[in-house]
């Protein structure tokens, strides 16, 4: 996510803050400043939203540490406003590791709640005369302030676990249904069952907490996505990318002038162009370099071309190729035999041409 400072890395996952998240203290400041507060409940409250990130980052920490058990990777756990978010490099398909990686972020608040709860005497507070309490809990003690960092702990377990696709609980929904039934199946059940849950937090966030209308925003576009990925990978199985892939390329020389580049692109509908020579791509010219040096008519395709690309076996599975695009390095591939002679390309709307044709075959 654009906008964001690193703190450091923890077991090589770099941890990111958002810029956002500063609104938090400025929402602070202005809260207690309105309800009459002092310098002193001004760093309470700050303190006790930087100790209660810290809480998030360990919950994001307990995902990322169960995934790499199962050899998924995170690049990074990026600190929002409204929570924590740990970039997986995928979700695992195999229904129990999903529902170990899902339930490993609750779980840590369990455990931190759990010490909270016989470090500060919980009961005792919870058994006092409701007036007691309150005026117990005005005061700016560190008792207060474990009192109400158990209190929150407690609160993101029961929050996360709600079964809201893409959030925990939504995760350990889809991983227990598809447990009975094929993934698909299940996380369309679980994505239908997000959404609903969305409509109901944006309902509630319009009257009580603005904060719940972005996360309503989140799981409802979430759930879209992933459900949508999910459908469209399962259409992919079982075929190899040589059956989507584009074979009537125009294969562009070293040598080539840029001119003949730009004529080509307003001739045909062909946007990225591989360079090759001797039936080997030596390179790829994306539909953004050309357009970026479309002055240079003289110069040379060799000039610009890009040297550092991926290219994809046309016996690879057609879904590494959207894994691919996903990465995000590239959306265009070069398509190689398995004696890494040049056969053609593929790109997204390739991919998607092929799944939109498959999806007309099903139903
Ligand atoms: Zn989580």
């Known amino acids: 996510m654009k906008g964001s400072v690193s703190l450091g890395k923890v077991s090589e996952i770099d941890i990111k803050i958002h810029w956002t998240f500063l609104l938090i203290f ?22 006790f939203i930087l100790v209660i990130f810290t809480c998030v980052v360990l919950h994001e920490l307990g995902h990322a ?8 990777s995170t690049k990074k756990i990026t600190l929002l406003p409204i929570g924590g ?3 997986l490099e995928k979700i695992p398909e195999e229904p129990y590791q999903e529902f170990l990686v899902a339930i490993a972020g609750p779980l840590v608040n369990v455990v931190i709640a759990l010490l909270l709860f016989f470090l500060v005497p919980v009961q005792s507070v919870l058994q006092l005369p409701l007036v007691e309490m309150l005026e117990e809990l005005n005061e700016l003690s560190v ?24 959030m925990d609980g939504g995760r350990v929904l889809r991983a227990v249904l598809a447990m009975y039934t094929d993934r698909v199946k299940a996380t369309s059940i679980a994505a239908a069952i997000g959404q609903f849950i969305a409509m109901i937090f944006l309902l509630l966030g319009l009257f009580v907490n603005i904060f719940l209308v972005f996360i309503a925003l989140f799981v409802f576009i979430g759930a879209y996505g992933e459900n949508k990925m999910v459908q469209h990978t399962a ?17 562009l020389h070293p040598e080539d002038s840029m ?29 953004e370099n050309i357009l970026n040096n479309s002055g240079k008519k003289n110069a040379l395709v060799r000039d610009f071309m890009d040297t550092e ?14 894994r691919l695009v996903e990465s995000g390095k590239s959306h265009f591939y070069p398509v190689t035999s398995p004696d890494g002679m040049l056969e053609g390309a593929i790109d997204m709307t390739n991919l998607n041409e092929f799944i939109v044709l498959q999806s007309h075959l099903e139903f």
Do not use: C
């Open 26 to 47: 400025v929402w602070v400041v202005f809260i207690e400043l309105e309800q009459g507060g002092t310098l002193s409940s001004i760093l309470f409250n700050a303190a």
């Open 65 to 72: 540490l169960m995934a790499k058990r199962f050899g998924v």
């Open 85 to 87: 978010v740990a970039s």
């Open 143 to 166: 008792s207060n302030f474990l009192f109400y960092l158990f209190l929150a702990n407690a609160g993101l377990v029961v929050f996360n676990m709600i079964p809201a696709f893409p």
């Open 235 to 251: 259409l992919l199985k079982g075929h190899k990318v040589r059956e989507a892939m584009l074979t009537n390329i125009t294969r």
């Open 259 to 287: 001119q003949k580049v730009r004529d080509l692109l307003l001739s045909g509908t062909e946007k990225d162009f591989v360079v090759s020579a001797n039936g080997k791509a030596l390179g790829i010219l994306s539909h």
């Open 309 to 322: 690309f991926k290219t994809i076996s046309s016996q690879a599975p057609l879904k590494d190729v959207l």
